[in-house]
């Protein structure tokens, strides 16, 4: 028997099959060695974050995503025409069971930026032979660290909400382009999570989602998956 694949084994997939080849168009050094870098696409390059280039490490300053300049510490002279940008971690369950798996994770840059499917999700089954297996409602959120309680509103939309709104925009690409996915059906409704956490009304954050503070986005998504067998002796 065919049994379907579990949406959230489906969405793993995804995420861990997702690339970020950084393409470098110009490369400037200031007088005091940071340095400056146009590239092709920002992604999800968020300052503080380290990156490697050439066999060096460089921590990410600031970025300006009208030009899609990114400044680095200081280093050695950046020769290299590319790079790869560090990956999303991948993560799935309730918000209570993935904060306690998130806090017992010793290195901050193992925990994000990261995809959560949070568990419950929705799916409707067709039992006739339409070639859409199913449709799936399900609430995903793109997060990162941030320092909220000490950065404000436009310094967390640059430094966390936006990276993430990008890395999404990728994430979206990334379920258009796998076969598995019926690429004009999928929706969304986007909200921007400058605190994220548990939040009572006129009192703002109540209780942390876990140990760190993040941002990012939450989406509210439906997506329509194909059958992965279709021949009767499956």
Request: one cysteine or more; glycine letters at 10%.
């Given at each position: 028997m065919n049994y379907p694949a579990d949406f959230t084994d489906i969405i793993r997939s995804v995420v861990t099959s997702m690339t970020f080849p950084v393409t470098i168009l110009d490369v400037q050094?200031?007088?005091?060695?940071?340095?400056?870098?146009?590239?092709?696409?920002?992604?999800?390059?968020?300052?503080?974050?380290?990156?490697?280039?050439?066999?060096?490490?460089?921590?990410?300053?600031?970025?300006?995503?009208?030009?899609?300049?990114?400044?680095?510490?200081?280093?050695p002279a950046i020769t290299a025409v590319a790079f790869d940008l560090y990956l999303p971690h991948f993560f799935h369950g309730t918000p209570y069971d993935t904060a306690a798996k998130i806090d017992n994770i010793p290195m901050a840059t193992d925990k994000t930026p990261m995809i959560f499917v949070e568990v419950e999700y929705r799916e409707h089954f067709n039992t006739t032979e339409s070639a859409i297996e199913r449709r799936t409602q399900a609430r995903i959120y793109?997060?990162?660290?941030?320092?909220?309680?000490?950065?404000?509103?436009?310094?967390?939309?640059?430094?966390?909400v936006k990276p993430m709104q990008r890395l999404h925009a990728h994430f979206v690409e990334a379920i258009k382009n796998d076969p598995r996915f019926d690429p004009d059906t999928l929706e969304y409704d986007r909200i921007s999570k400058y605190k994220f956490g548990v939040f009572a009304p006129s009192k703002g954050v109540q209780k942390g989602f876990c140990a760190m503070d993040l941002s990012g986005i939450q989406t509210d998504t439906t997506m329509d998956i194909y059958r992965t067998c279709q021949n009767s002796a499956c």
């Open positions: 050094v200031g007088g005091d060695g940071v340095i400056s870098i146009e590239v092709c696409d920002l992604y999800h390059a968020e300052p503080g974050r380290a990156v490697t280039i050439g066999g060096n490490d460089y921590t990410i300053l600031t970025i300006d995503d009208s030009t899609n300049v990114i400044t680095l510490s200081s280093g793109v997060l990162t660290q941030s320092n909220f309680n000490t950065m404000d509103s436009d310094n967390l939309l640059e430094a966390a």
